[in-house]
């Protein structure tokens, strides 16, 4: 694998992105397999996978929509946020 250098900020972007994106897949692919898994408990397992890894998300997602109402819709800038 590749190493990519970058700053500090685009490297946490960036990891938030992925983080943000793969999770509504993943559970969703986790429930519509588990319908049509041969193996159910084993299908059982990875849905309830799914939903541990989607916690920090759910948790995540409000303080994002905190951060862009203050930040974007109040006006405030950013040496207020530290």
């Not at 986790?30 to 408990?41: E, G, N, Q, T």
Request: charged share 15%; aromatic share 10%; hydrophobic share 55%.
């Amino acid at each position: 694998m590749l190493a990519l250098e970058l700053p500090q900020d685009a490297n946490r972007v960036f990891g938030g992105m992925m983080f943000s994106l793969s999770v509504p897949f993943c559970l969703i692919y986790a429930i519509h397999a588990r319908r049509h898994a041969p193996d159910k408990l084993a299908a059982l397992g990875a849905l309830v996978a799914a939903i541990l890894f989607t916690l920090p998300y759910l948790v995540m997602m409000p303080q994002v929509v905190y951060a862009f109402f203050r930040l974007v819709v109040l006006g405030e800038g950013k040496a207020n946020c530290e």
